[in-house]
């Protein structure tokens, strides 16, 4: 991204969008779909990464990379996809001017991670990799994996998990959306609905089944949280799903409690040595 010398931060954040809502120097705060401020208490993310080799999969704006960074990882890779045709798009791949009638600005949400790592100073590296390419080759080995609000997103969840899992050499932190209905009514038994396709996303999983896509990539649940609502930022009103129905109306009611989020703390299983 050209700037000009002329521009000032404010300028720059003002004219992009943004996926999540972070503090940038001079008390800028940017305008995200998702509160990702407010998030960041209720996920047990280590107070110290130090000497940690960090990854943020799926990292958009790249708030939990530069969060990673700030609490001491010596070395933060963060991966995304930029190309919308290279998406895990449910249906064929669609144009950009598509997907942000269908899906909002949260799937051309790459452009703020430049104005972010150039206001903070960052070393963040990042790197265009769908999660499926994951292996030691290619990015080496981590410490700490960060995957935020991604896999409802996926074709093949387990796969991404699985691809994950060849280059985690300590813990990975997972923090998804899962359905507050079929949690609700469905607390036990493993449940997903099928989203796809003319939506940005695939699944719509209880608490249950979310938990369950770990064990069968072969990793190993450390610790569970209790289900929190993620608040939405200055952003989310403005998708342009907002005012349809029935979507609309679930679009309403998520601005004004949320949406339903869980986390996990996973490791590679024991069969894995």
Not at 7 to 21: I, K, P, Q
Not at 72 to 91: E, H, N, Q, S
Not at 124 to 138: G, I, K
Request: hydrophobic fraction near 40%; charged fraction near 20%; proline fraction near 9%.
């Amino acid at each position: 991204m050209s700037v000009s010398p002329r521009t000032s931060l404010r300028e720059e954040v003002a004219g992009a969008e943004w996926y999540h809502s972070m503090r940038l120097p001079g008390g800028i705060v940017t305008p995200g779909i998702f509160n990702t401020i407010d998030e960041l208490p209720r996920v047990p993310l280590p107070a110290s990464l130090a000497g940690k080799r960090c990854l943020d999969v799926g990292t958009a704006d790249g708030f939990w990379a530069f969060e990673m960074e700030r609490r001491g990882a010596t070395d933060v890779v963060a991966i995304d996809v930029r190309d919308p045709a290279k998406l895990d798009w449910p249906g064929p791949p669609k144009s950009e001017a598509r997907m942000r009638q269908v899906g909002g600005a949260e799937l051309v949400k790459h452009r703020g991670f430049e104005i972010a790592h150039r206001a903070y100073g960052s070393s963040v590296q990042w790197r265009e990799s769908p999660v499926y390419a994951l292996t030691p080759d290619l990015v080496g080995e981590f410490d700490f994996v960060f995957v935020g609000s991604l896999l409802l997103h996926l074709r093949d969840p387990v796969g991404a998990l699985a691809a994950i899992r060849t280059v985690l050499r300590g813990e990975m932190l997972s923090v998804d959306t899962v359905s507050p209905l079929l949690t609700l009514f469905h607390p036990r038994k493993p449940l997903a609905r099928f989203e796809a396709p003319g939506w940005p996303l695939w699944w719509a999983l209880n608490l249950a089944a979310y938990r369950r896509l770990f064990d069968a990539a072969g990793l190993e649940i450390v610790q569970s949280g209790r289900p929190f609502f993620v608040k939405p930022g200055p952003s989310f009103g403005t998708s342009p799903r907002a005012g349809r129905s029935p979507d609309g109306i679930m679009h309403r009611i998520s601005a004004e409690l949320g949406i339903l989020h869980a986390w996990v703390r996973v490791r590679p299983g024991a069969h894995d040595g």
